[in-house]
């Protein structure tokens, strides 16, 4: 079983306009509203791969009720902790270069009591068949050792936990020892404090590190050149698949959906590594948040090329 949180829930509306013009008249020649969040963003990849999930988290308001409606829609069952406040609208302005602008919303504030609640219902679904996928942004004031405890709590429970955050939330989720995270370059150069573009050897010698303070699995993006995927045992590049891209939103959510759906199918490491650049170059080929159709990823996945280094 996966279960996704998401903390900081929006509605997604990405905009496509011919060139961003600052200061100036911008118009605007399609909108697409979506259900939004990075671990939402996952349950409808994994959904559309063929396989149910549970989506948790925080909503508020009216914008709430529609992220709900939406999923519901999707089929993709969820158990949300309703809270005080309006859930977040994120708006994403898409170039027809590819170059995408967002401008996020921070969220409702959640109290203490809220929190509890979301972390009773994480431990009833914990068990060792049980996979969480930590994703995105938390809300405005919210401690950012959270992910951290919920780990731990996590863990006790013997469930296995995939962490995809950013900055403080991803540093102090470290401790926790998450079985797998999906930093990109620059998310690592930042941990390692590197003030240059890191090579190749580099980005996997900071994997190797990372697996040796005790995280299992370490998938490192690296846009459209592919990824890397580093464990104890093993070292995989994959290179990155050519395909006429809409925009990069939704690529990174996408890999972590396949490489979740990979692990509750015990798929080998090079099958789960092949769905994720299937899925992840599939994604920039669809419009706002929208998941590629399993059609697309099983002809992607057949291009997909991997080597052991």
């Known amino acids: ?83 005080d406040g309006e859930t977040r609208t994120n708006m994403k302005v898409v ?4 170059e ?17 609640e979301l972390i009773e219902k994480l431990e009833h679904y ?5 996979l969480f ?4 942004s938390i809300p405005s004031g919210m401690d950012k050792t959270i ?8 863990h006790k429970k013997g469930a296995k936990v995939f962490l995809d955050a950013d900055g403080e939330l991803f540093v102090n989720s470290l401790e926790a020892k ?54 104890e045992d093993c070292t995989i590049r994959c290179a990155g698949l050519s395909v006429k891209a809409h925009s990069t939103v939704g690529a990174g959510d996408a890999m972590v959906a396949a490489l979740s759906y990979g692990w509750d199918k015990k798929m080998s490491l090079e099958e789960r590594v092949k769905m994720g650049i299937a899925v992840s170059a599939g994604a920039v080929t669809t419009i706002g948040t929208k998941p590629p159709t399993r059609e697309l990823v099983d002809e992607l996945y057949k291009k997909v090329t991997i080597e052991i280094l």
């Open 147 to 154: 992910y951290k405890r919920m780990i731990e709590t996590i």
């Open 1 to 83: 079983m996966i279960v996704t949180v998401t903390m900081n829930p929006a509605i997604d509306k990405t905009v496509d306009i011919e060139r961003m013009e600052r200061g100036g008249l911008n118009r605007i020649k399609r909108v697409v509203l979506d259900a939004g969040g990075k671990g939402i963003n996952v349950s409808k990849t994994i959904k559309e791969l063929g396989l149910d999930t549970i989506a948790t988290g925080f909503i508020g308001g009216t914008a709430g009720e529609v992220i709900e409606k939406v999923l519901k829609e999707y089929g993709i069952s969820t158990d949300f902790v309703v809270v």
């Open 133 to 136: 996928v930590l994703a995105g």
């Open 100 to 116: 995408v602008t967002e401008l996020n919303e921070p969220g409702p504030i959640v109290s203490e009591e809220k929190i509890n």
């Open 178 to 231: 998450p079985d797998m995270i999906k930093p990109n370059r620059a998310e690592l150069e930042e941990l390692f404090q590197l003030d240059y573009r890191a090579s190749e050897q580099e980005i996997i010698s900071m994997a190797q590190r990372l697996i040796k303070k005790g995280i299992p699995f370490v998938a490192v993006s690296l846009g459209q050149m592919g990824a890397l995927f580093v464990t």
């Open 95 to 98: 170039e027809a270069t590819g």
């Open 126 to 130: 914990a068990n060792e068949d049980t």
